[in-house]
């Protein structure tokens, strides 16, 4: 036996709730709450506005002051914080000598501690939140409860949301707490203040300007004037929605979202249609940031992440039109984003007989596409309608893109900011005409959104042909040429990186390729630059870059 072992008594699976604290900031369902705790006789100790809308519900109450001896101060910064409170809720009741302590002391146990904390969350969320007010919602004594009754759990129980009333109420009837129901609630509780904590975190971080770590890269310090990441955030995420399956019907999956954000795919509603699947989400996340990347009116469609339609044009359904015609073969079961309300006449577009997409995405939708879309086609059933909200979808990962790899995270800044072609440089002798500037704008903005290594050839405003995902540039640009076909004539042709040679000029000088707009960069730029001149080629370098893995 351990030197400072005492006599066990032996420990009882149901522990009867004959007195539990109460202290909550959110007054939710409290009414409910005391019925039920008065109906079963339990003796109700409580603190300041708790106490107050206790005692107005008719409820007798144990003001924490009397228990204590002395009295809150500094405006309510100090009211539980003492031993006849937190060793009421810790006491074993398996141990002799914790019994002993209590009886010496005059000291009663706590069956149940009720408590939910200070909206720190919402507050700091709001605009014009002083660090004053923030401070004043940092719970203190809420917290400590809470970790006093978990961490005491096999004979204390821990309530820390109304939504947890009905099962406590319903316990309470039964005779008590059981083990098992102690122990989840235990785990709730470490989770409530772990997030709370989490919370607490990154807003002190950033109000002590403790918002990143020197670069050691001079290069990288300077890029873009970006602001330097995070030394260190922390996420809680929540599973919002179940999944089949992964990539394959082998793997388990599930959508999770940071606990509070609704922007982005963590806010997507689903109207109609089959339940979403991993990989719809993969590709509804390339066609969302894809069409938002697009100023006007504008429709994209998806094949595995990539777009193999994208158009800009007058109206939404125009643009629809013309990206489902890019590649037909490919936009069966497909998905399909636009940027603007999805109206009527985008839903006619959709009615072509033979045409079958799996998702269609859109800000809104209007009630009339809406039902023609699910009463029209023969794939009435089966097609999911999704509004997704606008906003920044980053705001809730420190403005951070977080991609997984095997033990770890990377984050960096989402390239989700649009080009300025004010900026660009027209280094040929040769300068693409003025009529061309929107296409060489729309193929960089496409090409953006394609697999490295990528090459897209674009008519007007309209994919023609895109090379994904290639290990060999020149590789790229082929398959975007043969894509496009004869549509590459006049066209123009965007590339995510530097050409590495020069050998890509003459196929697209073959094709008919009318201006090149590429972020230069190589060591062999003068190659290239020179290759173009020879065939009369205007080109525009960009001075920025891409990729996309």
């Not at 200070?118 to 939140?129: H, L, Q, R, T």
């Not at 509070?260 to 390339?286: I, V």
């Not at 729309?442 to 090459?455: D, E, K």
Request: aromatic share 6%; with cysteine.
């Amino acid at each position: 036996m351990h030197p400072h072992a005492s006599p066990s008594i032996p420990a009882v699976d149901v522990v009867p709730i004959r007195r539990v604290l109460v202290s909550v900031f959110d007054k939710t369902g409290l009414d409910r709450l005391a019925r039920g705790l008065v109906a079963a006789g339990v003796r109700v100790a409580s603190t300041g506005g708790t106490s107050t809308a206790l005692a107005a519900l008719g409820i007798a109450v144990e003001d924490v002051s009397t228990i204590t001896g002395f009295p809150e101060v500094l405006d309510g910064r100090v009211k539980t914080l003492h031993p006849r409170i937190f060793a009421g809720i810790l006491a074993r009741s398996d141990r002799t000598d914790d019994a002993q302590v209590l009886a010496a002391h005059g000291i009663e146990r706590f069956d149940a501690v009720i408590v939910n904390l200070y909206p720190f969350e919402s507050v700091v969320a709001k605009p014009g939140c002083t660090p004053a007010e923030a401070i004043e919602l940092i719970d203190i004594g809420g917290p400590s409860l809470v970790r006093a009754a978990a961490k005491n759990h096999a004979f204390a129980a821990v309530v820390t949301s109304p939504e947890q009333y009905d099962d406590f109420l319903a316990a309470l009837s039964r005779g008590g707490t059981t083990l098992a129901e102690r122990r989840l609630l235990a785990a709730r509780a470490f989770e409530r203040t772990a997030a709370y904590d989490a919370v607490i975190s990154r807003w002190m971080a950033t109000h002590a300007a403790l918002v990143a770590e020197p670069t050691p890269d001079p290069v990288a310090a300077d890029a873009e004037d970006e602001p330097p990441l995070p030394a260190r955030f922390s996420l809680e995420l929540e599973r919002r929605l179940p999944l089949r399956y992964g990539e394959n019907p082998h793997q388990s999956a599930a959508l999770f979202a940071p606990v509070g954000t609704h922007l982005g795919l963590a806010g997507l509603r689903q109207l109609c249609g089959k339940e979403l699947s991993f990989n719809n989400l993969l590709d509804l996340d390339a066609a969302t940031r894809l069409a938002g990347l697009i100023k006007d009116p504008a429709a994209v469609v998806i094949k595995h992440t990539n777009p193999c339609g994208a158009a800009s044009a007058g109206t939404v359904a125009v643009a629809l039109e013309t990206a489902l015609a890019a590649d037909p073969t490919s936009a069966f079961g497909s998905i399909v984003a636009v940027n603007r309300t999805f109206d009527r006449a985008c839903a006619e577009v959709l009615l072509t007989p033979g045409l079958f997409v799996e998702v269609i995405a859109a800000p809104a939708f209007a009630a009339e596409a809406v039902e023609l879309l699910t009463t029209r086609p023969s794939w009435k059933a089966s097609v999911r309608l999704v509004e997704v909200p606008g906003g920044d979808p980053w705001e809730a990962t420190a403005g951070l893109e977080l991609r997984s790899v095997a033990g770890a995270v990377l984050a960096q800044r989402p390239d989700d900011a649009c080009d300025d072609p004010a900026t660009w440089r027209v280094v040929t002798k040769a300068a693409p005409p003025a009529a061309l500037t929107q296409p060489l704008d729309f193929a960089f903005t496409i090409v953006r959104r394609l697999t490295s290594n990528a090459i897209a050839v674009c008519r007007g405003t309209s994919l023609a042909g895109a090379g994904i995902g290639q290990t060999s540039r020149v590789d790229a640009v082929r398959i975007a040429l043969e894509k496009a076909g004869d549509r590459a004539r006049g066209g123009v042709l965007a590339s995510d990186a530097f050409f590495p040679f020069p050998d890509s000029i003459d196929l697209i000088v073959r094709a008919g390729i009318a201006a090149v707009v590429q972020p230069g960069g190589s060591k062999r730029d003068a190659e290239v630059i020179a290759a173009a001149d020879a065939a009369g080629l205007p080109m525009v370098f960009t001075s920025r870059r891409h990729f996309r893995h």
